[in-house]
């Protein structure tokens, strides 16, 4: 069964519009998830919808209700939550065009595949794409997304292009605050070179393939056990303590100790080479004088 779209409109330029549809870029990794069970009986908790001093309700009599004061709401039907008029509801207007490098990595949210909506639509569809391409930039534009309006970027990727939507300002925390006790000084230039001389042999073109969730592997190895055990509780090793912080004399024998292992390439010189001493030439011997 294909995809569904998650949204489908129009990305305007100017006054091109191109018809698109949008699909979600990610999915739900494998995860273990737990309930609440009622351990005497074995059987699982539930949670029922109450109001106070009346007990359980229906939920056909559940409304969205937005607190204007303390203990006062004003109630909203679904109907005219979905009826409020945005013009980024069916369009995503490209208003600004930035460098990739201009967006800090921590503003990015969640990625969306582009495609166009028809065949009609692929021609102007390739020309943006390719236009990003040349130009290396960004589309920046804001489009209504389930409930609310978001900053999104616009990319090449392949032959189609890649939504992601960004954090605003305000949703992200200044990295001052949090990097203002880290001293402001330059490192010892050799343990410089020990670290780069590490990073570089343990550089590798990217594999998402190659990494998978241990934990959740752990988890349901641990389930299994437990099922086998018929109830029996299993306590796994802890681990070791975590190293103390070490000190710069540590951390140089840490960084050429890792250098030493199998495979490490020899950390590169970054100073330069010193000259042989020079030799002089053998003299030539006198000329013999004429009698």
């Known amino acids: 069964m294909a995809a569904r779209a998650y949204w489908q409109g129009q990305i305007r ?12 870029a ?6 273990v998830s737990f309930k609440q069970i009622h351990e005497p009986s074995g059987q699982p908790i539930h949670y029922d919808k109450v109001v106070t001093g009346i007990g359980p309700v229906d939920t056909a009599e ?6 204007v004061e303390k203990g006062e709401y004003v109630l909203l039907q679904q109907d005219e939550i979905d009826a409020v008029k945005l013009e980024s509801k069916k369009t995503l207007e490209l208003t ?24 009609l639509a692929e021609e102007a569809f ?21 409930g609310r309006e978001y900053v999104v970027s616009l990319k090449p990727c392949g032959r189609g292009m890649v939504l992601e939507t960004l954090r605003y300002a305000d949703e992200v925390n200044k990295a001052q605050s949090y990097f203002r006790e880290i001293p402001d000084t330059a490192p010892d230039p050799e343990l410089l070179d020990l670290a780069e001389a590490l990073i570089d042999r343990k550089t590798a073109a990217f594999d998402a393939g190659e ?10 190895e641990l389930i299994e056990r437990k099922r086998k055990a018929k109830g029996k509780t299993i306590i796994e090793d802890k681990d070791e303590a975590a190293p103390k912080a070490s000190n710069v004399v540590d951390l140089m024998a840490a960084l050429k100790k890792s250098m030493e292992k199998p495979g490490a390439k020899p950390a590169a010189a970054k100073t330069p ?10 003299a030539k011997p006198a000329a013999k004088k004429r009698a």
């Open 13 to 24: 330029l100017a006054l091109v519009s191109i018809p698109v549809e949008i699909y979600s």
């Open 26 to 31: 990610t999915k739900s990794g494998a995860t």
């Open 62 to 67: 559940i409304m969205k209700g937005y607190e």
């Open 96 to 119: 600004q065009f930035v460098d990739a490098s201009e967006i800090d990595v921590i503003y990015y949210e969640k990625p969306y595949f582009v495609v166009p909506a028809d065949d």
């Open 126 to 146: 390739v020309v943006l794409r390719e236009a990003l391409k040349r130009t290396k930039k960004v589309g920046l534009g804001q489009l209504a997304l389930r």
């Open 211 to 220: 990494f998978h969730d241990r934990y959740v592997d752990a988890l349901k």
């Open 273 to 282: 080479a010193k000259k042989a001493p020079a030799t002089k030439a053998p």
